[in-house]
C-alpha cells in the first residue's frame, strides 16, 4: 500500500504490469529467441510469452544427462541431437558416455585459495602460450574470483572482460562512496578520513597555495591535530595546530636556542612549510564538511541533500583514472540523482538513511562486456559458455560455494513455499537449477575444459573440499565412474601456490620476483641482491636485523638529539612543555 500511495511498483508488480501491458499491444512483435534451458520465474516467462505471443522460439541446448530437468526451465522443445553431443554432456552420468575410456581434454587442479587459483589460470596461458581471446573463466556466483581477476588485470593491465561486471565497491569510486558512509557513521572519525586519503581515493581540493596536498601529508597533520571524533572538532584543533607552529616560527625568529643560524633557518622553512599545508588542509576539510547537511530539530536527515552531498564529492573530489573508474562514477551519481528525486521519502535517522544508500550501492555492477578480441572473458556459471573458445576454465569448484549448502529460507520454509505456490522455488530447486546451468552451459563447450577448486582457506587457516562436481569430471576424464574422494585426493597433482613452479611460468614481476628468490629458477643469493639494488629496503632489513639483535640501538630508542634536546625535552630546559598526557 506504501509503494502504491507513492506510485511505486516492486519486481513482482513491475513485471505483472509489463505482462498486461505487453498482452494489449496493437502491432506484430519481432521473433524473440529465448534459451529453452533457461529458468526464469513465473512472471518473467509470463512478460516473455505476452510481448513475443506465438513468436517465441525456444532455441534448445545441447543434451543434459544424469540430471533431472528443473521444473522452472521452459518445456523442453524435445530431446537434443545425441550424435552430436560433446563428452561433457555426460558430466553427470560418466557410466554412459559412448565408447567410454579416458579423455585428456578434461584436466583437474586445485590452488590454495581462489587468488592463487586465479594466478595458475594466468600461468597456464602464459606457460603454454595460449592467446588470451581463446580462452574462458566460468565462475561461480558470490565468489571472490572475478574480483580477483579484476584487481590483477588492474594491476598488470592485462586485457580482461567481464560478462557480469565487478561490483562497483572494488572501483575508486565505489570505495569513496562506501567509504563517506563509513565516516558518517563513525562520528567524522578521522581515522576514516585519514584511509580514504591514503588509499588515494580522496583527493582534497587546493587550497590558498593552489596546490593540493599530498595525502601523507594531510594524515601526518590530521593525527597531528588529535581530533578523533565529531564534525566540530576538526577546524578546532587544526587552528590550535596551526597557532602551536606558528608559536614556534616565532621562538625561531626571536633567534632562541643554540642551534646556530644555518639550523634555525632549517627549522624556520620547516615551521612555514607546516603551517601553510595546515591553511591548504583546513580549506580542503572545511569544504569537505560543509558539503554534507546537518540535521533537522528532530535530530534527523533528508535523503534528497545526503544524495546530493555524495554525488557533489564524488564528482569533485573522487578519481577517475580508468575505464572501470569512470563507468562506476557515472553509475553511482546516476542512482544517487534518482534516489534524490524520489522525493517522498520521509526525513530519517542518520542510521537508517546510510544504511539506504549502502543498501543502494551494494547491488551496483559495472563493466559487463561481450567477449572481446585480445581479451580473456571471465563470466559466471548461468551466463557462460557461449563464447565458442577452445580453452574454458571452471574455478571455484569448493564445496561450500558450489553448488552450496542448500539451506532453506528462514523467512519462508520450503512446506510453507510449496503450500503458498507451486512456482516458489524451493531450496532443492534452487540447488538442481545451479547444478542443471553448469552442465548445460559445459554440454555446449567445445575443446579442452579444465577444472579447479580452492583446497585451502587462507583467511580461516582451514582446508577446502572439492565439490561433487569436479568428482564427477574426475570420473568422466578416466572413463571410470566408480572412482571416488579418496582416488581424486591420490590422483591429483599438490596444489598450485604462491609459487609459479617455474620462470616461464611467471607472469607478472610478484610470480618472476617469488620464483627468482624462492622457486626452481632461484638466483644464487637472491635475499642479498634486494639490499643492493634498493637502499630503502635495505634500511629497513638493518632496522628489522637491528631489533631483534640483543644490543641496544636507535632502532630501540636510543637517540642521540643532540642540540635539538632542549626543543623536544621537557627536562632539558624550559622551551618544551608536555601536558600529562602527552608525555
Known amino acids: 500500500r506504501s509503494l502504491e500511495e507513492d506510485g511505486l511498483l516492486d519486481a513482482a508488480a513491475f513485471l505483472s504490469s509489463a505482462a498486461r501491458a505487453a498482452g494489449t499491444r496493437s502491432f506484430t512483435p519481432a521473433w524473440t529467441l529465448c534459451p529453452a534451458d533457461a529458468r526464469p520465474s513465473r512472471l518473467e516467462r509470463d512478460l516473455v510469452r505476452a510481448a513475443a505471443g506465438d513468436r517465441l522460439v525456444l532455441v534448445p541446448g545441447d543434451p543434459v544427462f544424469g540430471l533431472t530437468r528443473p521444473r522452472h526451465c521452459w518445456p523442453s522443445p524435445g ?6 553431443a560433446e563428452r561433457m554432456s555426460w558430466l553427470f552420468a560418466p557410466g554412459d558416455v559412448p565408447g567410454g575410456g579416458e579423455d585428456r581434454r578434461i584436466e583437474i587442479f586445485r590452488a590454495l585459495g581462489p587468488a592463487n587459483e586465479c594466478r595458475e589460470v594466468l600461468r597456464r596461458l602464459y606457460s603454454e602460450k595460449i592467446a588470451f581471446d581463446q580462452a574462458e573463466v566460468l565462475v561461480p556466483a558470490g565468489a571472490a574470483h572475478a574480483t580477483v581477476f579484476h584487481l590483477l588485470s588492474a594491476r598488470t593491465r592485462l586485457p580482461v572482460t567481464f560478462g557480469d561486471g565487478v561490483p562497483v565497491s572494488f572501483t575508486s569510486p565505489g570505495r569513496l562512496f562506501f567509504g563517506l558512509l563509513d565516516w558518517l557513521r563513525n562520528d567524522f572519525s578521522s581515522a576514516h578520513l585519514c584511509r580514504l586519503l591514503e588509499n588515494g581515493d580522496l583527493v582534497l581540493a587546493p587550497g590558498p597555495s593552489g596546490t593540493v596536498l599530498a595525502a601523507r601529508t594531510a594524515c601526518r597533520h590530521l593525527r597531528s591535530a588529535m581530533i578523533g571524533w565529531k564534525r566540530d572538532r576538526y577546524l578546532v584543533r587544526l587552528r590550535a595546530l596551526r597557532e602551536a607552529r606558528a608559536a614556534d616560527l616565532a621562538r625561531v625568529d626571536k633567534g632562541a636556542g643554540e642551534d646556530g643560524a644555518e639550523v634555525d633557518e632549517v627549522r624556520r622553512d620547516a615551521l612555514a612549510a607546516a603551517i601553510a599545508e595546515i591553511d591548504d588542509l583546513s580549506a580542503g576539510v572545511g569544504w ?26 564524488l564528482g569533485s ?21 534518482e534516489i534524490g528525486e524520489e522525493g517522498r521519502r520521509p526525513a ?4 537508517e538513511a546510510l544504511d539506504l544508500l549502502r543498501t543502494t550501492g551494494a547491488s551496483l555492477r559495472v563493466g559487463a562486456s561481450p567477449p572481446l578480441p585480445g581479451h580473456l572473458h571471465v563470466s559466471g556459471f548461468s551466463t557462460g559458455g557461449h563464447s565458442g573458445r577452445p580453452v574454458t576454465f571452471v574455478v571455484g569448484l569448493d564445496e561450500a560455494t558450489f553448488p552450496g549448502r542448500g539451506l532453506q529460507d528462514p523467512v519462508l520454509l520450503d512446506d510453507e513455499r510449496a503450500a503458498l505456490s507451486d512456482a516458489l522455488p524451493t531450496s532443492a530447486d534452487s540447488l538442481l537449477s545451479g547444478l542443471f546451468g553448469l552442465a548445460s552451459a559445459l554440454a555446449s563447450v567445445r575443446g579442452r575444459v579444465v577444472f579447479s ?5 587462507v583467511v580461516e587457516g582451514r582446508e577446502s573440499f572439492p565439490s561433487s562436481v569436479v568428482l564427477q569430471a574426475f570420473r568422466l576424464q578416466r572413463g571410470a565412474p566408480g572412482l571416488d574422494y579418496g582416488a581424486l585426493e591420490r590422483e591429483i597433482a599438490d596444489a598450485a601456490g604462491f609459487l609459479p613452479g617455474g620462470i616461464d611460468r611467471s607472469f607478472d614481476e610478484t610470480d618472476w620476483w617469488l620464483e627468482r628468490l624462492a622457486g626452481l629458477d632461484r638466483v644464487t643469493d637472491g635475499a642479498g641482491s634486494i639490499p643492493a639494488n634498493f637502499p630503502d629496503l635495505a634500511a629497513g632489513l638493518a632496522a628489522a636485523a637491528a631489533r631483534a639483535g640483543d644490543t641496544l640501538t636507535e632502532f630501540d630508542g636510543i637517540v642521540d638529539i643532540g642540540p635539538l634536546r632542549e626543543e623536544v625535552d621537557p627536562l632539558a630546559g624550559g622551551k618544551a612543555v608536555m601536558s600529562a598526557s602527552r608525555l
Open 79 to 84: 530431446e537434443g541431437d545425441v550424435s552430436r
Open 288 to 313: 569537505l564538511l560543509a558539503a554534507f547537511p546537518g540535521p533537522d530539530g528532530n535530530n534527523r536527515y533528508g535523503i534528497q541533500a545526503l544524495c546530493e552531498a555524495v554525488a557533489a564529492l
Open 453 to 457: 577448486y580452492p583446497s585451502f582457506d
Open 317 to 337: 573530489c573522487g578519481r577517475a583514472d580508468t575505464d572501470f573508474d569512470r563507468k562506476a562514477r557515472e553509475v553511482l551519481l546516476g542512482r544517487l540523482s
Open 348 to 351: 530519517l535517522a542518520l542510521s
